[in-house]
């Protein structure tokens, strides 16, 4: 079985500020993961993906993740916020692509 | 890259009636599409997965016949939900897998169904 746990609803952070979204997964084989970011009514955006390659994955927008199998964790960052970033964001583990429960990112001016 | 097309963006429909989603794979032939389901300020649940030509595989606890999926064909899935009542109201996504590769998911950009 697999699934993610997102840790924090809710993320509020300061423009220029460092961005931390925390993901933990669980799996019995080794795992795909993933990074989407969602704007209000509209679908999902691949932000990254982890595939067994290399271990810090970087994605779109200045978002990257680093894989830590010791630690279980997926945990996307971005060393500045922008305004531009304030939307939901969902970890996920594929294949089915079982979804977290979604961190809402505020970045205040 | 390859892309979704996810029709209608807004459906209203009255109580009773039936309403169909599609979930188009522009660029590419998609043997596998998944059909989600997010309600406010929730995640999204996973409903069931379509494979081309088969019968879809439902999640625990989704109605087959509330929900009917048809995958005919390599670009085109579609979501029926049947007898629509306003607890079906919700935004429903579709994500399309490119051949047997993980690496290849594509979401469509979701469809805003509300029943009154």
């Known amino acids: 079985a697999q699934s993610v746990t997102q840790l924090g609803s809710h993320v509020s952070v300061s423009e220029g500020a460092l961005v931390l979204l925390r993901c933990n997964y669980s799996?019995?084989?080794?795992?795909?993961l993933f990074w989407y970011v969602q704007y209000p009514n509209q679908g999902l955006q691949l932000l990254l993906k982890?595939?067994?390659?290399?271990?810090l994955v970087k994605g779109i927008n200045g978002f990257e993740a680093e894989f830590k199998k010791s630690e279980t964790s997926f945990h996307l960052t971005k060393p500045s916020a922008h305004m531009s970033d304030a939307a939901e964001y969902f970890c996920?583990?594929?294949?089915?692509?079982?979804f977290g429960t979604g961190t809402s990112l505020t970045v205040i001016p | 890259g390859a892309v979704v097309s996810q029709h209608p963006s807004w459906v209203i429909c009255k109580s009773g009636t039936s309403v169909k989603i599609e979930c188009r794979s522009l660029?590419?032939?998609?043997?596998?599409m998944f059909w989600y389901r997010q309600f406010p300020k929730q995640s999204l649940m996973l409903m069931a997965t379509s494979n081309e030509g088969s019968k879809a595989t439902y999640e625990q606890g989704v109605e087959k016949d509330k929900f009917l999926i048809n995958h005919a064909s390599l670009t085109l899935s579609t979501l029926t939900v049947t007898s629509a009542h306003p607890e079906d109201s919700s935004f429903y996504i579709c994500s399309a897998r490119q051949g047997m590769s993980l690496r290849g998911y594509t979401f469509g950009s979701g469809t805003r169904l509300t029943v009154v």
């Open positions: 660029d590419f032939q998609a043997t596998t």
């Open positions: 799996s019995s084989v080794p795992p795909y």
């Open positions: 996920a583990v594929g294949g089915q692509f079982y």
């Open positions: 982890y595939t067994s390659a290399a271990t």
